[in-house]
């Protein structure tokens, strides 16, 4: 029949094996006896024939798209190491392919303030039953979120042009800020030069920085800045001949982002 002898003693107790009998703390089965049919694959299959299949998340990087068409495999105590261990920048290497952007995007779903209900997406997830003090975390910072993932260009002119409209469309995503209270003219104008593309390559060099200053005084909670694919432009550069240029640039772009920046909650960067 092909069973331990644990499967055996099972079914013998259970009265699954017709003719069998216990004597003298030995099980005899009759060799007429025929194999009882296997409940637990019939219940599996049953399960399985209800349940409906789910496609494969290939290629997508949408947290929210993914959890609610897709199979995923749950990463969210990956939130609860965070939280725990409070560390103020995590740098992410791994190959393509490996989940990076996902695992950023749902960085964001987690800690974004939205006018949507987020936390939805993660009540039937490992970090909901982690505890109140890490419910209490979700959807509470302002989340600046970039990916560089596409600047590849030949030239510096066209390298800065790209990164500065990329920087652009986020400082968009957040004009709740020209419209604050608790920001002053100065900083909405700065806002508007980099909307409009009229800031200098300096001033642009720190528009992550006065970003997270500008949302820290408007929310009242410092930021989470995340950079996906800081390298891709600095590996075009030293492959296009304007490496110094994008290092110079990118050393105080994310060194204002990042480094001894008091309206920083979280900085990731993949």
Known sequence: WNLTERRLTMLCRNGRIEGAKKEGGIWLIPTNATKPKDGRSSKAAAIMKNTKKLPMPIGISDFKQLVSKYYYVDKTLMIKEFIDNSPKVSLFTRPRRFGKTLAMDMLKTFFEISDQDTAKYFENKKIWSCGEEYREEQGKYPVIF?????????????????????????????????????????????????????????????????????????????????????????????????????????????????????????????
């Open 146 to 270: 970039v990916t560089f993932k596409d600047i590849k260009f030949s030239s510096w002119e066209q390298t800065y042009t790209a990164i500065r409209e990329v920087i652009a469309k986020e400082f968009l995503r957040h004009d709740i800020i020209l419209s604050s209270v608790k920001c002053n003219e100065y900083e909405k104008d700065y806002f508007r030069k980099v909307v409009d593309g009229s800031i200098s390559e300096v001033s642009m060099s720190r528009a992550l920085s006065e970003l997270s200053h500008m949302l820290q005084k408007h929310y009242a909670q410092p930021a989470v800045i995340i950079i996906d694919e800081y390298d891709t432009p600095i590996q075009q550069g030293y492959t296009g001949g304007y490496y110094e240029q994008i290092i110079g640039f990118m050393r105080n772009l994310l060194s204002g982002a990042f480094k001894d920046n008091s309206d920083l909650a979280y900085g990731f960067l993949t």
